[in-house]
């Protein structure tokens, strides 16, 4: 999917949370993803867990840090993708039950 995909999608569908990729076709940055998100789909952005093929870029990592957002680099093991999953549904779950 590219970014306009994308956020096509977020808009027409309820998610509990997002895996998405941190380097999408279309240029779509995970700072403008996060922003976009808190926007258009406020709360979503606290249930994010993006992926990345490779090591994200410094001022990527820097944003992931000082947001405290989760993410993967691949390869990764399947159960580390499972658990930050249970994370991210735990937090919907919290939040449900407010």
């Known amino acids: ?10 808009l027409a569908e309820a998610f509990d949370a997002v ?3 941190g380097k999408l076709p279309g240029g779509w940055t995970v700072q403008a993803i996060d922003g976009w998100i ?4 406020p709360g979503l952005e606290k249930r994010l867990l993006f992926t990345f093929s490779g090591g994200a870029e410094p001022e990527v990592n820097d944003f992931l840090q ?4 989760p993410y993967l680099v691949k390869p990764f093991e399947v159960a580390d993708l499972i658990a930050q999953a249970r994370r991210l549904l735990q937090k919907t779950h919290a939040a449900a039950a407010s």
């Open 66 to 69: 000082q947001r405290n957002l």
């Open 19 to 21: 895996i998405i990729n």
């Open 1 to 10: 999917m590219n970014a306009e995909e994308v956020r096509a999608r977020l």
């Open 38 to 41: 808190a926007e258009k789909c």
